[in-house]
């Protein structure tokens, strides 16, 4: 658990999708489709403003009755967004999306976003982590090697 994030992005890649704050919220989330992916960050320029969710199309979008075609991204994103850096740990990490309620975190470093965490990326994390301990101990119970 004291993993770095930095080991996630290596695994996962750091390919970071982003729409500027202008777009429609429904090219936004065509592009979001288009990548299968349940966030977007929102950048104007090179500068992180914004990040755009699933839960805001639900919450600011539907829910609000917003024509999604007429309406720029930056009107429903969420703002002043949580970061982390590539130095955080993968429990530091858990902690925020527990604390905070949030499911993807942008990773910055020196003001450049390098990659997005998701919970579920924490969660495959974990998942293989453990896989590989129960693994690690089987061979130890039954007397194989230890890797």
Sequence with gaps: MNTPISALLERKGSAVHSVAPTLSVHDAVSEMNRHRIGAIVVLDGPRLVGIFTERDVLRRVVGAAI?????????????????????????????????????????????????????????????????????????????????
């Design 67 to 147: 024509d999604p075609k007429r309406t720029p991204v930056t009107d429903v994103m969420t703002s002043g967004v949580i970061t982390i850096g590539p130095e955080a740990t993968i429990e530091e990490t858990m902690n925020i999306f527990t604390e905070k309620r949030c499911r993807h975190l942008p990773v910055v470093q020196d003001g450049r976003i390098r990659g997005v965490i998701s919970i579920g990326d924490i969660t495959r994390w974990m998942a293989d982590a453990h896989r590989a301990e129960a693994e690690h101990l089987r061979n130890y119970i039954t007397g194989g090697t230890l890797a």
